[in-house]
């Protein structure tokens, strides 16, 4: 399935730090806990600046 090929690679992407729709490094902003994130692509993520790690931002976090 395509689709079990496309998460571990957004698995990476997303562990080096980077968008997992264009490749862009994403931005570390300060703050506590979870920080959102918006890409130049319109991609949302939230960084967790505890454990200096990325994950995409669910549809509760997005509006
Ligand atoms: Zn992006």
Do not use: H
């Amino acid at each position: 399935m395509f689709k079990n090929i496309i998460a571990p690679v957004q698995a990476w992407l997303l562990s080096q730090g980077k968008c997992v729709g264009c490749g862009k490094k994403l931005e570390k902003k300060q703050g506590k806990g979870l920080v959102r994130i918006t890409c130049e692509c319109g991609r949302m993520y939230m960084y967790d600046e505890g454990a200096d790690s990325y994950r995409r931002a669910n549809l509760n976090e997005i509006k």
